[in-house]
């Protein structure tokens, strides 16, 4: 019994030098799958190119990230689209998609646009999401409220949020919590939060090469490392690491039903 990660973008530069120690270390610690997030046009052929390689270990996601929303943001969505489009794609899900209004406002109805946008492709394939949110948990919960009455299903990734905001987010009965490195972090309150939350909805992820957990923090982010946050969440739950992979391997299965195949 292996676990998976559910979030990661070990496609990216960062990994050019050693991306197959990267996956052969992932599958020392027992990953039985690593998910690929995509973030814009540039990012599609080198995640699918890696997916190739891994068919059957690594599984390919199609989405614009809210960062990358830009300008020119309606184009890029064509294309994506018409890759959708395609019959037999290989994607699992749409995503990595959102909102995030930290670092800059300029695109904010874009953002919200494209958004509504790449849910309908979810709606419209009967494909999960996983939905990036950063200073924007209000505005994704009103345009998540719009479609209650579809079969939606997803991850809520990397939730670091308040318990008021978990429930917020678990009302959408489908979708589960996106739990990573941040988890293990000295100052980190999400263990208190993650006590009042059904193990049931939580997912394990990296998001490599990003928010590398405890004891690595500093170093680039890497599957394996996913270790360290599934045994955080063991110490949160007081269960055993082998309980923990068992339901989170659940979760996950009943996100994306492809993985059951």
Same mark, same amino acid.
């Given at each position: 019994?292996?676990? %998976?990660?559910?979030?990661?973008?070990?496609?990216?530069?960062?990994?050019?030098?050693?991306?197959?120690?990267?996956?052969?270390?992932?599958? /020392?610690?027992?990953?039985?799958?690593?998910?690929?997030?995509? %973030?814009?046009?540039?990012?599609?052929?080198?995640?699918? /190119?890696?997916?190739?390689?891994?068919?059957?270990?690594?599984?390919?996601?199609?989405?614009?990230?809210?960062?990358?929303?830009?300008?020119?943001y309606k184009d890029v969505l064509q294309d994506m689209h018409s890759l959708l489009?395609?019959?037999?794609?290989?994607?699992?899900?749409?995503? /990595?998609?959102?909102?995030?209004?930290?670092?800059?406002?300029?695109?904010?109805?874009?953002?919200?646009?494209?958004?509504?946008?790449?849910?309908?492709?979810?709606? /419209? $394939?009967?494909?999960?999401?996983?939905?990036?949110?950063?200073? $924007?948990?209000?505005?994704?919960?009103?345009?998540?409220?719009?479609? @209650?009455?579809?079969?939606?299903?997803? %991850?809520?990734?990397?939730?670091?949020?308040?318990?008021?905001?978990?429930?917020?987010?678990?009302?959408?009965?489908?979708?589960?919590?996106g739990i990573g490195g941040a988890l293990t972090f000295k100052k980190s309150k999400?263990?208190?939060?993650?006590?009042?939350?059904?193990?049931?909805?939580?997912?394990?992820?990296?998001?490599?090469?990003?928010? @590398?957990?405890?004891?690595?923090?500093?170093?680039?982010?890497?599957?394996?490392?996913?270790?360290?946050?599934?045994?955080?969440?063991?110490?949160?739950?007081?269960?055993?690491?082998?309980?923990?992979?068992?339901?989170?391997?659940?979760?996950?299965?009943?996100?994306?039903?492809?993985?059951?195949?």
């Open positions: 019994m292996g676990f %998976i990660d559910t979030h990661c973008h070990i496609y990216e530069p960062e990994f050019d030098a050693d991306r197959e120690d990267v996956v052969a270390r992932a599958k /020392e610690v027992g990953l039985d799958a690593i998910l690929l997030p995509n %973030i814009n046009a540039e990012t599609i052929q080198p995640m699918l /190119e890696l997916c190739k390689k891994h068919s059957g270990y690594a599984y390919p996601m199609l989405g614009l990230h809210p960062e990358d929303v830009k300008a020119d489009s395609t019959p037999s794609h290989p994607f699992i899900a749409i995503g /990595e998609i959102g909102l995030d209004y930290y670092w800059d406002k300029t695109y904010y109805k874009e953002q919200q646009d494209a958004f509504e946008q790449q849910i309908g492709w979810a709606e /419209e $394939a009967q494909l999960p999401l996983v939905i990036h949110t950063r200073s $924007a948990h209000e505005e994704l919960v009103e345009i998540m409220k719009k479609h @209650t009455h579809t079969n939606l299903s997803g %991850i809520f990734h990397c939730f670091g949020g308040t318990l008021a905001e978990a429930e917020e987010l678990l009302q959408f009965d489908n979708f589960v919590l999400l263990p208190e939060v993650l006590r009042e939350i059904p193990l049931e909805r939580i997912v394990i992820e990296t998001d490599s090469p990003y928010l @590398t957990p405890v004891p690595n923090r500093g170093k680039r982010n890497e599957p394996a490392f996913a270790a360290y946050t599934l045994q955080k969440v063991a110490d949160v739950y007081g269960k055993s690491a082998e309980e923990v992979m068992q339901q989170t391997n659940n979760n996950v299965r009943k996100v994306f039903k492809c993985l059951n195949a």
